[in-house]
C-alpha cells in the first residue's frame, strides 16, 4: 500500500504563484509515475503534470511553460515526494488537485491523494 498526503495550495490572485507537495509513504519501492490531476467544478478530472522514477516529465498543454513538477526519491527513507510549482496563475486553473501515484507492473495500481483547492481570482 501507498499513502499520499498533499500540502500546499490555496487562494492566489492571478498572475500569482503557489505550491504543492505530496509526499508518499509505505510501499514506495513500487511507484513509477508521480503526478497531479486537476478537477474543476462541473468538469472531469484532467492530467495536470506527471514525473517518472527517471526523471522525464509530461506536461498538459494549458500548463506548460508554467507549471513545473519535480521529484525528490528519497534513497535511504520509504519516502518519496512530488511537488508542483505553478507560476503565472490563471482563474481557469481553479481546481481541486489530486497527487497521484503509479505502480510498476502490469496492471498498475493508481493510488490518490485527498486533494488540495487551488483558487485563482481574476
Known amino acids: 500500500q501507498v499513502q499520499l498526503v498533499e500540502s500546499g495550495g490555496g487562494l492566489v490572485q492571478a498572475g500569482g504563484s503557489l505550491g504543492l507537495s505530496c509526499a508518499a509513504s509505505?510501499?514506495?519501492?513500487?511507484?513509477?509515475?508521480m503526478g497531479w490531476y486537476r478537477q474543476a467544478p462541473g468538469k472531469q478530472r484532467e492530467l495536470v503534470a506527471t514525473?517518472?522514477?527517471?526523471?522525464?516529465?509530461?506536461?498538459?498543454?494549458s500548463v506548460k511553460g508554467r507549471f513545473t513538477v519535480s521529484r525528490d526519491n528519497a534513497k535511504n527513507t520509504a519516502k518519496n515526494t512530488v511537488y508542483l510549482q505553478m507560476n503565472s496563475l490563471k482563474p481557469e486553473d481553479t481546481a481541486v488537485y489530486y497527487c497521484?501515484?503509479?505502480?510498476?507492473?502490469?496492471?498498475?495500481?493508481?493510488?490518490w491523494g485527498q486533494g488540495t483547492q487551488v483558487t485563482v481570482s481574476s
Open positions: 497521484n501515484a503509479q505502480t510498476y507492473g502490469v496492471p498498475y495500481v493508481n493510488y
Open positions: 509505505g510501499s514506495t519501492f513500487r511507484i513509477n509515475v
Open positions: 514525473i517518472t522514477s527517471g526523471g522525464s516529465t509530461y506536461y498538459t498543454d
